[in-house]
């Protein structure tokens, strides 16, 4: 498909046409692509006109259509601090996609973050009155160790970083975040609108019935994700020595990232590099029979708004030991399908490790009880709320719409109509 070749708006299937902006999108691999792409295929499904902008993985622009969605991949260049990830800047994306966006005629716009390519829609949003929603993934730990900000100067570009955000987002009609606690910070941090609290959702029925068992001579504990700063994959490492040898427990390391090497060198320098297997990028197929393979799942990251990782590990029936750290107390709940252990505390996950490996019975309990909490977030759920926060933006924006054109009220634009609007309720 070339970019002439957009399905005319006419001929499009019943439903909304819906832009969806992101700096990350598959092949990237992480908890922001993931969910863009599975909320596109399933918004696509649904009967919608699906289009992502998000940066070109070679460099190169392209047009294909994936699950039912248009991806167009914007020309995007290397970065000096992430060997995979490309910045598509703001300008010369904007150039792009006006054309697309005159064509396509969206009904609706939503970013998945505020950086450059969606910094550009989001502008194009605001001055098109094309109603606008902005999911927010981010934190400034994800970034701040990626570009070597020295410590001293972290707590400061932290700030700066939220007062950017949330200057962004005020633009939107709608704001999400994955989960409450999410919200929470956006509203702690100076958000100017209430944000709402939306499941990143997963496909629970695909992580279930695999035909792959743990295996019954070793008890193995998995971590899947990005092997970078934030994730603290080195806490897992510590702590396996400390767990009784009887019990016979390995982990298994299922993601790639720059601090791979340092933790692989770590397992050899602790004497346990036979007990850590790092498995790097895997098939999905590969990575269902992990979960089901593994018989506990730990998080030691301390920036998850959400953490998918973690989400399908419970479809997949396992008990989560985590750090009591941002939204990761949504999903291990303490003593029900799992334990919670503070941020850098070894012994201490040491300790939940050993517990949980102690006692099979429990263990399998504590499993069925993930199935139940994480029957909340299925897929569909977070389809049909998606689905109605996009109507009910349009319904706004047209009502505001009607507002500023009332002979009586000067030209302005649609949010400073919302804005007067807010003040006289």
Same mark, same amino acid.
């Given at each position: 498909?070339?970019w002439?070749?957009? /399905?005319?708006?006419?001929?499009?299937? $019943?439903?909304?046409r819906?832009v969806?902006? &992101?700096?990350?999108?598959p092949?990237?691999?992480?908890?922001?692509?993931?969910?863009?792409?599975?909320?596109?295929?399933?918004?696509?499904?649904?009967?919608?006109?699906v289009?992502?902008?998000c940066?070109?993985?070679?460099?190169?622009?392209?047009?294909?259509?994936?699950d039912g969605?248009?991806?167009?991949?914007?020309?995007?260049?290397?970065?000096?601090?992430?060997?995979?990830? @490309?910045?598509?800047?703001?300008?010369p994306?904007?150039?792009?996609?006006?054309?697309?966006?005159?064509e396509?005629? /969206?009904?609706?716009?939503?970013?998945?973050?505020?950086?450059?390519?969606?910094?550009?829609?989001?502008?194009?949003?605001e001055?098109?009155?094309?109603?606008?929603?902005?999911?927010?993934?981010?934190?400034?730990?994800?970034?701040?160790?990626?570009?070597?900000?020295?410590?001293?100067?972290?707590?400061?570009?932290?700030?700066?970083?939220?007062?950017?955000?949330?200057r962004?987002?005020?633009?939107?009609?709608?704001?999400?975040a994955?989960? /409450?606690?999410?919200?929470?910070?956006?509203?702690?941090?100076?958000? $100017?609108?209430?944000?709402?609290?939306? $499941?990143?959702g997963?496909d629970?029925d695909?992580?279930?019935?695999?035909?792959?068992? /743990?295996d019954?001579?070793?008890?193995?504990?998995?971590?899947?994700?990005?092997?970078?700063?934030?994730?603290?994959?080195? !806490?897992?490492?510590?702590?396996?020595p400390?767990?009784?040898?009887?019990?016979?427990?390995?982990a298994?390391?299922?993601?790639?990232?720059?601090?791979?090497?340092?933790?692989?060198?770590?397992?050899?320098?602790?004497?346990? &590099?036979?007990?850590?297997?790092?498995?790097?990028?895997?098939?999905?197929?590969?990575?269902?029979?992990?979960?089901?393979?593994?018989?506990?799942?730990?998080?030691?990251?301390?920036?998850e708004?959400?953490?998918?990782?973690?989400?399908?590990?419970?479809?997949?029936?396992?008990?989560?030991?985590?750090?009591?750290?941002?939204?990761?107390?949504?999903?291990?709940?303490?003593?029900?399908?799992?334990?919670?252990?503070?941020?850098?505390?070894v012994?201490?996950?040491?300790?939940?490790?050993?517990?949980?490996?102690?006692?099979?019975?429990?263990?399998e309990?504590?499993?069925? !009880?993930?199935?139940?909490?994480?029957g909340?977030?299925?897929?569909?759920?977070?389809?049909?709320?998606? !689905?109605?926060?996009? @109507? !009910?933006?349009?319904?706004?924006?047209? @009502?505001?719409?009607?507002?500023?054109?009332?002979?009586?009220?000067?030209?302005?634009?649609?949010?400073?109509?919302?804005?007067r609007?807010? @003040?006289?309720?």
């Amino acid at each position: 498909m070339t970019w002439s070749q957009v /399905p005319d708006r006419h001929e499009a299937a $019943s439903g909304l046409r819906i832009v969806i902006g &992101a700096e990350t999108f598959p092949p990237d691999v992480n908890g922001a692509a993931r969910f863009t792409q599975t909320l596109a295929a399933g918004l696509a499904s649904r009967g919608h006109e699906v289009h992502v902008m998000c940066p070109s993985p070679v460099g190169r622009p392209s047009v294909e259509t994936v699950d039912g969605v248009t991806v167009h991949r914007l020309k995007a260049y290397r970065t000096p601090f992430h060997p995979s990830f @490309r910045l598509a800047w703001p300008w010369p994306s904007r150039a792009t996609m006006e054309p697309l966006l005159a064509e396509i005629k /969206p009904d609706v716009i939503h970013t998945q973050s505020h950086f450059l390519l969606t910094r550009a829609l989001i502008w194009m949003a605001e001055r098109d009155n094309t109603p606008l929603v902005i999911t927010n993934h981010f934190m400034p730990e994800n970034i701040l160790g990626h570009v070597g900000v020295p410590g001293w100067l972290r707590n400061a570009v932290s700030k700066l970083a939220w007062w950017d955000v949330t200057r962004e987002f005020a633009k939107a009609d709608i704001v999400t975040a994955p989960t /409450p606690r999410a919200v929470q910070l956006l509203m702690d941090n100076g958000l $100017s609108l209430q944000a709402r609290a939306i $499941s990143c959702g997963i496909d629970i029925d695909r992580y279930q019935n695999r035909p792959v068992s /743990p295996d019954p001579q070793h008890r193995t504990v998995l971590f899947v994700g990005r092997l970078d700063e934030e994730k603290r994959v080195h !806490e897992l490492i510590r702590a396996l020595p400390l767990i009784p040898a009887e019990l016979n427990v390995r982990a298994e390391i299922v993601g790639d990232g720059s601090k791979r090497e340092a933790l692989e060198q770590l397992a050899g320098q602790l004497g346990i &590099a036979d007990r850590v297997r790092f498995r790097g990028f895997i098939s999905d197929e590969d990575l269902l029979d992990a979960y089901a393979a593994s018989d506990a799942f730990c998080m030691p990251g301390i920036a998850e708004l959400q953490s998918i990782a973690t989400m399908e590990a419970m479809a997949a029936g396992k008990p989560v030991v985590a750090a009591d750290a941002m939204a990761l107390p949504h999903l291990a709940r303490p003593g029900r399908n799992g334990w919670l252990f503070p941020p850098g505390n070894v012994p201490t996950l040491a300790a939940r490790l050993t517990q949980l490996f102690s006692d099979d019975a429990e263990r399998e309990r504590m499993g069925k !009880e993930s199935l139940a909490i994480i029957g909340a977030h299925g897929m569909n759920t977070t389809l049909e709320t998606f !689905e109605g926060v996009y @109507r !009910e933006a349009i319904n706004e924006s047209r @009502r505001l719409t009607r507002l500023s054109d009332h002979p009586r009220l000067p030209e302005q634009s649609r949010r400073s109509s919302r804005e007067r609007a807010e @003040r006289s309720a």
